[in-house]
């Protein structure tokens, strides 16, 4: 394994002397060479250079798992321009609202998603360069610079960036759903990344040996630091798709030699629902690194598949604060604290909590510079988010005599759906829009799969009605796929608090009632 703390390209240029022309990411039925990696990351710096930034400057990545993506990566960090990931799902205020928050000075984005650019075009207040991945349109009469990425990749020259970059210099902003306002920017280190990464190896030995598979995007934590930064630091070998395909996933682990892959979400819940084959543990993967694991759902699957699962629980902020790990798994447990980690349960005064007792699931370091730098351009949240010098995840739970943390509910007002943190504040602001909603509130109800699903209540104003399908193509323009509301219930008032707080926990105790409008009993396609 590679030793040592540095930064991202420091390890990419590492690699690629060591192993050169060997394969290290499989892209479906394309591959890139660790050679590969490095010489393109600095043409990548290269043209950006051409185009005037400098160590510090932010720039937005919103691609799809390809090599652009890998390539801008390593280029960005060669500069220290710090990166800006956005989720390709993501349009109108919360993509605009990101590239304004994060300062960008530019975007690379994939030929699909152009449109989400000029949408907003007149809301972006930083914005001057877009990279266009795959072709760019001519005749753009914007205010906005529109290059080729693929014209100023081929213009650039391969040569290696002189820029001091230290291992605490930020590395990437990566936003997270944001609970009473807008998501906030979480601001990661190199230092920070490697922790992440490093904790993943430690905890599931891989090695050189090892064939890692995600279907996970790259602009999320888990792909990118427990699957990407994992294998260049292992030399472990990549297999990266962009979809999730339960009737095809045990063949493509055997067809790939994979013997390790990342879960989240229903994962697991879905690919247990697959009819049982009798190869089913004929398959070369040895262990799995997530979450959830569904308590009734550990013994069976790691006996039909014959492998070992470890479970973690971690946040952006933190990447992975505990572990649950083979030889001495909990069913129901999180796991327990890392070795760089504190955990423990406050009560509302930030108070300890006797074992057993719920409370608020706060965590520190025992190690500098392991997670978070602060929430960029937000000095308020992260002051907020650190009283009595704990980091306060916003997640309720409890811990046991062993030692074990268990998760139980979000303190904060988060959706938790298919392995994505949606945020209810920025889905109520979409549909308080609407004409003829009074008000919104946001809830997680539970899924039939696992987390949750997202649930919509309504007010309307006087004498007014609205149709259904109508306010979801609304949404469509205005939300992630993954956060428009699968069911929506008219009521004629929220339930509130003294000082008129909406209170959303009666709303989840009543879930889905025989009045909840469910867009999926009337086959309604969510447009991504």
């Known amino acids: 394994m590679y030793s040592g703390i540095a930064t991202f390209h ?21 591959t890139v060479t660790y050679k590969k990696l490095n010489e393109h990351g600095n043409k990548v710096a290269s043209f950006m250079t051409s185009l005037g930034f400098l160590k510090g400057n932010t720039c937005a990545v919103m691609l799809p798992n390809n090599e652009t993506f890998l390539y801008s990566w390593v280029g960005l960090s060669k500069l220290g321009v710090i990166e800006v990931p956005v989720n390709t799902a993501y349009k109108g205020d919360l993509l605009a609202h990101i590239i304004n928050q994060a300062k960008c000075k530019a975007i690379i984005i994939g030929e699909e998603w152009i449109n989400r650019i000029l949408f907003v075009q007149d809301q972006l207040e930083t914005l001057q360069y877009v990279i266009v991945d795959g072709g760019c349109p001519e005749g753009l009469e914007t205010s906005l610079r529109w290059f080729s990425f693929e014209q100023l990749f081929e213009e650039a020259q391969d040569t290696q960036p002189k ?3 230290s291992p605490q210099d930020p590395a990437v902003i990566l936003f997270t759903s944001g609970t009473t306002g807008p998501s906030k920017g979480v601001v990661l280190s190199h230092r920070a990344n490697f922790s992440v990464a490093q904790t993943a190896c430690e905890l599931m030995d891989y090695d050189e040996h090892d064939c890692l598979y995600s279907m996970f995007p790259l602009f999320h934590v888990n792909a990118r630091y427990t699957t990407v930064l994992v294998a260049l630091l292992a030399g472990s070998k990549v297999v990266l798709h962009n979809r999730f395909s339960a009737s095809r996933f045990w063949d493509i682990c055997r067809r790939e030699g994979v013997t390790a892959f990342n879960f989240m979400g229903s994962m697991l819940t879905i690919l247990m629902k697959q009819s049982e084959r009798e190869d089913d543990a004929d398959n070369p993967v040895k262990k799995i690194y997530g979450a959830p694991t569904p308590p009734g759902l550990y013994e069976s699957f790691t006996k039909r598949f014959e492998l070992t699962i470890t479970e973690v629980y971690g946040s952006t902020e933190l990447g992975t604060a505990a572990a649950n790990v083979p030889d001495r798994f909990k069913i129901g447990a999180c796991g327990k604290e890392v070795p760089i980690y504190e955990i423990a349960i406050h009560d509302e005064e930030g108070y300890p909590v006797e074992l057993g007792i719920r409370g608020e699931i706060v965590v520190r370091p025992k190690k500098g510079a392991v997670m978070f730098s602060g929430y960029y351009g937000n000095p308020e949240a992260t002051v907020n988010s650190w009283k009595d010098l704990w980091f306060h995840t916003g997640d309720v739970g409890w811990m046991d005599e062993e030692g074990y943390v268990y998760f139980a509910d979000r303190k904060k007002d988060v959706v938790r759906r298919k392995g994505e943190n949606i945020s209810s504040y920025e889905v109520e602001s979409v549909i308080n829009r609407y004409p003829h909603v009074q008000e919104c509130a ?5 899924s039939e799969l696992s987390e949750e699903e997202v649930m919509a209540v309504l007010v309307l104003k006087p004498n007014k009605d609205i149709e259904l399908k109508q306010l979801l193509t609304y949404c469509e323009d205005h939300l992630a796929h993954f956060a428009i509301p699968r069911y929506i219930r008219i ?3 929220l339930p509130r608090t003294p000082s008129q707080r909406v209170e959303k926990y009666k709303l989840r105790e009543e879930g889905v009632t025989v009045d909840t409008w469910d867009r999926e009993k009337v086959h309604y396609q969510v447009k991504r």
Do not use: L, M, T
């Open 10 to 30: 420091e390890v990419v240029e590492f690699r690629a002397q060591q192993k050169g022309e060997q394969s290290f990411i499989k892209f479906e039925e394309k």
């Open 163 to 165: 820029v001091s970059i």
């Open 442 to 446: 946001i809830i997680g109800v539970p």
């Open 491 to 493: 009521v004629q008032e």
